[in-house]
T-cell receptor, first 114, second 114 residues
């Protein structure tokens, strides 16, 4: 049973436009969410996170929105750049339950076209 | 600079052989994790450790073992390699509850089992 879902395997956008990556989760115990970015032949790198006590967190061009009632989060990249082309993973943790593990989605490949 | 390294970066082995993948981190993190990445599955947790002498099974632990004799290292052993274990393996570490949930990943080991 997949607890973190990234239902769209890929997204293609034009440079300068907004990229919106979506993630849904099923476990109501999840209270901390992260986005990772992965280039080919490299390990994932941490991008941005959000705690369940917030509904938005912003870091430069990257903003993560959390809708707890819908069990949905999204990553917005504005403006998108060709260097943003990568696979993006959504991850979640049930920190209140003492877990320090992360559960990852399957990833979504973002392509930003010049 | 602190870092997390994996060795070897590429490994080809035969079915039935024992294989050990190394992971070494210099951040002095309490937590260490092993994942495998496969097409269509994202990142799946194999084993994890919250400190020296502590090890725990993840969602895909069958056929794998780990041991944690010091803070810096968490080697992953495939007792008898199988073709189904052909994958890319990532090691990660995190500070722990007080330091945050973000995990820092190594560059990965690509393992092929023939």
């Amino acid at each position: 049973d997949q607890q973190v879902k990234q239902n769209s395997p890929s997204l293609s956008v034009q440079e300068g436009r907004i990229s919106i990556l979506n993630c849904d989760y099923t476990n109501s115990m999840f209270d901390y969410f992260l986005w990772y970015k992965k280039y080919p032949a490299e390990g994932p790198t941490f991008l941005i996170s959000i705690s369940s006590i917030k509904d938005k967190n912003e870091d430069g061009r990257f903003t993560v929105f959390l809708n707890k009632s819908a069990k949905h989060l999204s990553l917005h990249i504005v403006p998108s750049q060709p260097g943003d082309s990568a696979v993006y993973f959504c991850a979640a943790s049930a920190s209140r339950g003492g877990s320090e593990k992360l559960v990852f989605g399957k990833g979504m490949k973002l392509t930003v076209n010049p | 600079d602190a870092e997390i390294t994996q060795s070897p970066r590429h490994k080809i082995t035969e079915t039935g052989r024992q294989v050990t993948l190394a992971c070494h981190q210099t951040w002095n993190h309490n937590n260490m994790f092993w994942y495998r990445q496969d097409l269509g599955h994202g990142l799946r947790l194999i084993h994890y450790s919250y400190g020296v002498q502590d090890t725990n099974k993840g969602e895909v632990s069958d056929g794998y073992s780990v041991s944690r004799s010091n803070t810096e290292d968490l080697p992953l052993t495939l007792e008898s390699a199988a073709s189904s274990q052909t994958s890319v393996y990532f090691c990660a570490s995190s500070p722990g509850l007080a330091g945050g949930y973000e995990q820092f990943f190594g560059p990965g080991t690509r393992l092929t089992v023939l």
